[in-house]
């Protein structure tokens, strides 16, 4: 004969089933947006990366012809080369920017409130506003820099997003000041969190401010700076919008970066499997970098 369920088994069932249904519900809108925006592009996009395929004649497997091609390709590397000069000058100039902000922003200062939306407003701004304003800036015959340069006896100033030497930096500077803001909050948020205590007991001993920041700021501040190094890192080498609006990967191809070749050949040229390639080989090159750093965290905790 069999036995039935105890009726606490059966309502405890019940509830969990009603639980995990309305967690479902709260992650399935977003699961189906990410799948359909994200997810499958991206999948879609390893399989073409393989493929020769115009959008308009069916696709045609190729095997490794579009990678085979990308190395003779001389665009490439100088995207490549490009992409790696601009996360070269941002990564570390925004990093030092952000938590030298932060480091004075948190403090007992009047308007400190004031000063800290300041600096985080450029962030929010439209981009295509903030490239044009550092256009004007930078503009080398009636720029306020270059006038300035000229006042304090620079007589050859530089042409900025008119010279081949110079645009990169110029894109570099005007990156790094809109993205300041936003890592300064991480950063301010990292300062917070250490215990007065520790800079108290360091002062006691005798601690000077350099030995107080190199001893407790910097240590206490690892997980943050780890994290914005990640997001920095994934930022520069995924920068698009800023170089199209400043420079448009000019002059020559001076500032031109992988993010926009793979516009430029999959959108423009219509060669959707040799972008995907390029697009592919910029996903391993990120992951790289990333797997590299956390275990390089890793071994600091250690």
């Not at 800036?137 to 100033?157: K, W």
Request: with cysteine.
């Amino acid at each position: 004969m069999a036995i039935a369920a105890p009726p606490q088994r059966t309502r405890s069932s019940s509830r969990v089933r009603r639980n995990a249904l309305v967690g479902w519900s709260f992650i399935l809108p977003n699961f189906i947006g990410f799948a359909l925006l994200t997810l499958i592009p991206m999948c879609a996009a390893f399989v073409i990366a393989f493929m020769k395929w115009d959008s308009y004649s069916p696709p045609e497997w190729v095997g490794f012809a579009n990678f085979a091609r990308m190395m003779r390709d001389e665009s490439f590397w100088i995207a490549l080369g490009n992409t790696a000069y601009y996360a070269a000058g941002h990564i570390p100039l925004t990093i030092l920017a952000s938590l030298g902000l932060a480091l004075l922003l948190n403090r007992k200062l009047r308007g400190l409130g004031f000063f800290r939306t300041a600096m985080f407003f450029p962030y929010i701004t439209s981009l295509v506003a903030v490239a044009v304003v550092w256009n004007m800036l930078f503009n080398p015959t009636a720029g306020p820099i270059n006038q300035f340069l000229e006042v304090i006896g620079v007589a050859d100033p530089p042409g900025w997003t008119t010279s081949s030497a110079w645009a990169m930096p110029a894109v570099i500077i005007t990156s790094v000041w809109r993205d300041m803001g936003y890592y300064m909050v991480l950063y301010l948020a990292g300062l917070q969190a250490i215990p007065q205590e520790y800079y108290e007991a360091a002062e006691v001993d005798g601690a000077n401010a350099w030995q107080r920041f190199w001893n407790i700021t910097i240590p206490s501040l690892r997980p943050t700076t780890f994290f914005v190094l990640i997001m920095v890192t994934i930022a520069s080498f995924k920068v698009f919008d800023l170089i199209v609006v400043m420079t448009g990967g000019g002059p020559g191809r001076s500032t031109l970066v992988l993010s926009q070749l793979i516009y430029r050949e999959g959108i423009t040229e219509n060669r959707f499997g040799y972008s995907s390639a390029i697009s592919l080989v910029l996903f391993v090159i990120v992951l790289v970098f990333t797997v590299v750093q956390f275990k390089l965290q890793q071994r600091k905790e250690r």
